[in-house]
C-alpha cells in the first residue's frame, strides 16, 4: 500500500494545485457564487467516504423544521430523471435517489428537491408559490458555485481528514485547508464512551479554535 501511494503521489500533487487553483479563484471571487436572499446551509465533508450527512440532514430537518419551512436540495445521486425535480406524490428513487427519497418520506413537512444545478435548484424552489424560508444543501462542501449561509463539514471519528491525503493517495477531495471554509466542523460516527479528553486530542489536531 505504501509503495501504491508513492507512486500515485504525482497525480495527488497535480490534482491538489487544479482544486486549489479551483478554491482561489472562488475566494478572491474571480469566479462568482450566487448567494440566495434566504439562509442556505451547505452539509458535506473533504473526503469521499461516508461520514455520516444524511443523518446530519435529517437533525437539521428536526431542528428547523417546526420553525420554517425548510427544503433540502441535493445531486440526486444514482437518479434516473434529469434536471430539476421536485418531490411530490407521484416521486420514487429513480426519480429523487436514494437519500433524497428517504428524506421525502420521512419528513412530510419539508420539500425535497434535486438538481445537479444547484443554483438552478435553489432558484426553481424560490420561485415556488411557498418558497422555502430555509435550504439544506446536502453533500456540496465543494460546491463553490453557490454561496452558503453556513457551512458544515463533517468528518468521521475513524477516519479524521487531518490523517488523511489527496486523491488519489488518500480520500480527500480536496486539500486540508479546504476545512477553513467551514463555519462548523463535527466529529461524527464517535464512541459512546469518548472521553473528555480525547475530545481535546481531536480538536488540537483539527486545529480547531472556540469561539
Do not use: W
Not at 428547523?64 to 434536471?83: P, T, W
Not at 486523491?167 to 480527500?172: D, K
Not at 464512541?191 to 480525547?198: M, V, Y
Amino acid at each position: 500500500m505504501k509503495m501504491l501511494r508513492f507512486l500515485l503521489f504525482p497525480f495527488g500533487i497535480l490534482y491538489g494545485m487544479i482544486t486549489s487553483i479551483r478554491n482561489f479563484f472562488y475566494d478572491k471571487e474571480i469566479f462568482k457564487s450566487y448567494q440566495a436572499p434566504v439562509p442556505v446551509i451547505a452539509i458535506g465533508n473533504l473526503s469521499t467516504g461516508g461520514t455520516g450527512k444524511s443523518p446530519q440532514t435529517e437533525y437539521l430537518i428536526r431542528l428547523l423544521s417546526d420553525k420554517y419551512r425548510v427544503a433540502v436540495l441535493s445531486r440526486g445521486y444514482k437518479r434516473k430523471s434529469k434536471g430539476f425535480v421536485l418531490a411530490d406524490k407521484n416521486s420514487n428513487v429513480e426519480d429523487l435517489g436514494d437519500e433524497p427519497f428517504q428524506f421525502f418520506t420521512k419528513f412530510k413537512n419539508i420539500l425535497v428537491a434535486v438538481d445537479a444545478h444547484r443554483k438552478n435548484g435553489i432558484q426553481q424552489l424560490l420561485q415556488l408559490e411557498t418558497p422555502p424560508e430555509v435550504i439544506l444543501l446536502d453533500d456540496a462542501y465543494q460546491h463553490r458555485k453557490v454561496k452558503a449561509t453556513a457551512y458544515i463539514l463533517l468528518t468521521a471519528y475513524s477516519d479524521l481528514y487531518c490523517d488523511d491525503f489527496i486523491l488519489p493517495v488518500g480520500n480527500l477531495r480536496e486539500a486540508k485547508v479546504g476545512a477553513k471554509r467551514a463555519d462548523f466542523v463535527i466529529v461524527t460516527k464517535c464512541p459512546a464512551n469518548i472521553s473528555e479528553a480525547e475530545k481535546e486530542n481531536i480538536r488540537k489536531k483539527l486545529l480547531l479554535k472556540y469561539n
